[in-house]
């Protein structure tokens, strides 16, 4: 099984503890340079989430920008130890909720697959065909799964929260949490198998 919630479990804070407390208090007091670094920080990521959620590019930049609106409203009252990932990734993910319920559209919503991953520089062109397979793959089957499953796995297996702040996003226990991304991982892993055993059958019959 290709395990994509083990790709980037370092990657999701790129300051230490300190350096994001010290920008919290500059956000809490207005400070226009602030703002910045953590759009800087966390814009890509955060549509990225919400294009793969939403499975839509054009509502992702729509609830991004909410998303932000709602971080520039809230920011003198945040509390001094906010945590600024868990908390834009809450807000992302409750405007992806509300948008879904207004429009009743979650499991109406035609595919519009973004990719996981920066393209990289392959070495062959067959590394290059193997590769877009596997990414291709695995973006239909996580596109595939319910919503519920879905996020737990592009913001643990994608955006590397750990589970406790996952936790926190999707307003959940810990260990709800722990049982729906374990589910969502089998229920990936026998996505990949169907779509990769789907083309046995139609090789074999080429040779009777």
Do not use: C
């Given at each position: 099984m290709t395990d994509v919630t083990s790709a980037t479990d370092a990657r999701f804070y790129d300051m230490d503890r300190e350096s994001e407390l010290e920008l919290v208090r500059r956000v809490r007091d207005g400070d226009a340079a602030a703002?910045?670094?953590?759009?800087?920080?966390?814009?890509?990521?955060?549509f990225g989430f919400l294009a793969r959620l939403a499975r839509s590019t054009d509502v992702a930049e729509d609830l991004v920008e909410e998303t932000w609106l709602r971080f520039v409203r809230h920011a003198g009252r945040l509390d001094a130890d906010t945590r600024l990932g868990p908390w834009l990734f809450t807000?992302?993910?409750?405007?992806?909720v509300s948008y879904c319920r207004s429009r009743a559209l979650e499991d109406s919503r035609s595919v519009d697959t973004v990719g996981l991953w920066p393209t990289g520089r392959i070495s062959s062109p067959f590394e290059q065909t193997a590769s877009n397979?596997?990414?291709?793959?695995?973006?239909?089957?996580?596109?595939?799964?319910?919503?519920?499953?879905?996020?737990?796995?592009?913001?643990?297996g994608i955006e590397g929260l750990r589970p406790a702040e996952a936790a926190v996003v999707c307003g959940i226990s810990p260990d709800a949490l722990r049982q729906r991304l374990s589910r969502a991982r089998a229920l990936l892993a026998a996505r990949l198998a169907a779509s990769q055993s789907s083309i046995i059958p139609t090789a074999a019959k080429v040779h009777v």
């Open positions: 703002f910045d670094v953590v759009h800087a920080a966390f814009n890509s990521r955060l807000v992302a993910r409750n405007l992806h397979e596997l990414e291709r793959q695995i973006e239909a089957a996580i596109a595939a799964l319910p919503a519920p499953f879905r996020e737990v796995l592009l913001l643990v």
